[in-house]
């Protein structure tokens, strides 16, 4: 088997990486969660935990999304996706929700990567010469939560690298991100450069670093990403 063949083979779907960082987020956290598979996140995260997720189109205390038939139209998060609301869910305008990201009281952001750097630089709202995209709240998000959880897919549909030495695309902040989740890899950054936490079932850290620009150093011991069923 080819080695993009065997990294394919082994990939974790959206669902599986957004259980992975449900499990990550301390409990009683406040959260923002970007657009894409960072919404995803809040599915899995049953409230007993006390993480409030916010929206920044005005919403602290996102729920999972409602079943099929259930949704309410004036109900939606950052991706205009219904959502269902806490008991206790608070709904407020945009400057107040810009106010809480600025202000710094967001303990951690989930935003989707097009690029991350070994040192942590995030890009995520363009690609050169596509001519679309906008920063958003992206840039507010970033530079104003406590801590960033970036979420991509290890590699491009062609097969470039993603976790390089220097994003080449337009930077959304630097030095931000924390933790990175991939399809196929769990990273934490630190002084000392990325740390390699967990690999897909399947593959080995000898694969990871094959598909990684920056030299990672290798947590021991060396976790198992896994598929999962249910929350």
């Known amino acids: 088997m080819t080695f993009a063949r065997r990294l394919e083979a082994a990939a974790l779907g959206p669902d599986d990486i957004a259980r992975r960082v449900a499990r990550e987020v301390p409990d009683g956290a406040v959260v923002n969660l970007g657009i894409g598979i960072p919404t995803r996140v809040a599915n899995f995260v ?16 996102v729920g999972p999304r409602p079943p099929k038939g259930r949704e309410d139209r004036d109900l939606v998060n950052a991706s205009r996706e219904p959502i269902t609301a806490l008991p206790g ?23 989707g990567a097009l690029q991350v750097s070994a040192g942590g630089d995030l890009a995520n709202w363009t690609v050169p010469g596509a001519g679309k995209g906008g920063i958003g709240g992206a840039m507010d998000l970033a530079t104003g ?3 960033v959880y970036a979420i991509m897919t ?4 062609e097969g470039e690298l993603k976790l390089l030495e220097e994003c080449t695309y337009p930077l959304t902040a630097r030095r931000v991100v924390t933790k990175l989740f991939t399809d196929i890899a769990f990273i934490e950054f630190t002084p000392e450069g990325p740390l390699l936490r967990e690999v897909a079932q399947g593959l080995t850290a000898e694969d990871v670093q094959r598909a990684s620009a920056p030299r990672l150093r290798v947590a021991e ?3 198992a990403l896994a598929r999962e069923e249910g929350p």
């Open 46 to 61: 049953p409230p007993e935990r006390g993480i409030l997720f916010m929206a920044e189109n005005g919403i602290l205390g």
């Open 89 to 111: 869910a608070a709904i407020f305008g945009h400057a107040d929700s810009f106010a809480m990201i600025r202000g710094g009281h967001v303990d951690i952001a989930v935003l």
């Open 145 to 147: 939560a406590r801590a």
């Open 154 to 157: 290890h590699l491009t549909k």
């Open 221 to 223: 011991p060396l976790g």
